[in-house]
């Protein structure tokens, strides 16, 4: 594809298996990792995506590309075999793949390479969505966008370049399936991040952080919990989405 487009503008979409249930990988990479399939899955990956890096640079393209690298979710917690975990881990973040609001499932990294246009190392707190690749990438190519119907996303090229310091969105909106569980309010004058979650769903056991005994957790019905008034929590200091916050303890 690279030497066939190497002299003209080129898309060129890839989504890895690797890492998603079932997990598989060849006999090269199989026990490499000391985190199991899992990991051996994602030695796979970052190995194929080192090879796309190779061919996009050996064909003297790598100042002349944005390459963009992300999931599209977080890890799916409730995939285990006995006591390996086989769809991915969020750390510090509560929740996971299919489960509304909570950081656990949403908040995933955006990797973003361009030699020569973006700086290297540079490192940007802000929220963003996997809704922006289609407006920057229509910017990149000159285009314009459609006047029809509402669009969603924003283009990310002034924040990746610096040239403003916080993302166009100040609000997200987070469902699961069709139903609405959370928002997220980015208060452009601080720099906080807060979100109310209207909609959380019941894990099972309850204190497991997952839905283990339905193996997926539900997005209405008796499956969650609605809260009136909404859990509220402040991201930039509580990431964890560990302490609510309530009349007492939400500041002014």
């Known amino acids: 594809l690279f030497c066939r487009n190497k002299h003209k503008p080129f898309l060129l979409f890839l989504s890895f298996l690797h890492s998603h249930t079932p997990l598989l990988t060849t006999e090269k990479f199989l026990g490499r990792s000391r ?34 690298f992300a999931s599209d979710h977080g890890g799916w917690l409730e995939r285990q075999e006995g006591k390996r975990q086989l769809g991915g881990w969020n750390g510090i973040y509560k929740g996971g793949k299919g489960m509304g609001g909570w950081e656990g499932g949403i908040r995933v990294p955006g990797i973003f390479r361009w030699p020569g246009v973006l700086p290297a190392g540079t490192v940007i707190d802000e929220p963003t969505s996997l809704m922006d690749i289609y407006p920057t990438v229509v910017h990149l190519a000159g285009g314009a966008l459609p006047q029809d119907r509402v669009i969603d996303g924003r283009d990310l090229l002034p924040l990746l370049r610096g040239t403003v310091a916080h ?14 569980h959370a928002v ?23 204190t497991a952080g997952a839905c283990y005994d339905r193996g997926f ?36």
């Open 35 to 68: 985190h199991g399939l899992y990991g051996d899955n994602v030695e796979e990956m970052d190995w194929m995506v080192g090879q796309v890096l190779d061919a996009i640079d050996k064909e003297g393209l790598k100042d002349t590309t944005l390459v963009y």
């Open 167 to 180: 993302s166009e969105h100040e609000f997200l909106f987070h469902y699961c399936g069709v139903h609405l």
């Open 184 to 206: 997220r309010w980015h208060q452009k004058n601080t720099g906080a991040v807060w979100k109310a979650h209207y909609v959380t769903p019941i894990f099972s056991p309850p």
């Open 217 to 252: 957790c539900p997005c209405f019905g008796d499956g969650v919990t609605h809260h009136e008034p909404p859990l509220l929590f402040e991201l930039s200091q509580d990431p964890s989405e560990a302490k609510p916050l309530s009349a007492d303890t939400e500041p002014l």
